[in-house]
């Protein structure tokens, strides 16, 4: 087995380069890398830079709004999926907010501390199935998998033409 003439680690047969140091195997140059800079892999077209699954994940960390800036910048049709997904689903929470608010303003209006104490309950079942899927669909970007919220997935199909 041949060993590295710089730092004495036993290489390969057949390594050009030394797993530890860099340097050529067989000589005691140093390594070609320390005398020019090595360039950083492209990036490519149409992409964010980062992981497929963290940019996924990413599509839903701000809701509806990190869905549209990945929507924009990355091409790829799991973050796409993803991003789609996000704005749909988050928007329409968004709209459901409102008219929880709704609710609660005129249930305080109407049947006093019970209406506005029902309307609350509402509001906070809302406020926890937000939260819950918020996480479970972080969770399922990251590991990769084009989790499908029902009909939320086929309304967003059909609004951006994601599969």
């Known amino acids: ?3 590295c003439a710089k730092c004495g680690s036993s290489v390969g047969e057949g390594a050009a380069f030394c797993p530890s140091c860099g340097s050529t195997v067989g000589s005691s140059a140093a390594p070609a890398a320390s005398s020019a800079p090595v360039a950083a ?3 490519a077209a149409g992409t964010s830079g980062i ?5 996924g994940l990413l599509c839903y960390a701000l809701w509806w709004l990190s869905g549209v800036i990945f929507y924009i910048i990355d091409k790829r049709p799991f973050v796409r999926f993803h991003a789609a997904q996000s704005i749909t689903l988050f928007g329409c929470i968004c709209v459901g907010y409102v008219a929880a608010g709704f609710v609660v303003a005129i249930g305080a209006m109407t ?3 019970a209406g506005l104490a029902l309307s609350w309950l509402l509001y906070g079942v809302l406020n926890i199935a937000a939260f819950v899927l918020w996480i479970f669909l972080m969770v399922k970007a990251y590991g990769g998998q084009k989790f499908r919220v029902p009909l939320v997935a086929d309304l967003a199909e059909k609004i951006f033409g994601v599969s």
């Open 1 to 3: 087995m041949p060993f």
């Open 51 to 55: 992981e497929e699954n963290v940019a």
């Open 41 to 43: 892999a492209p990036v």
């Open 111 to 113: 049947a006093g501390f």
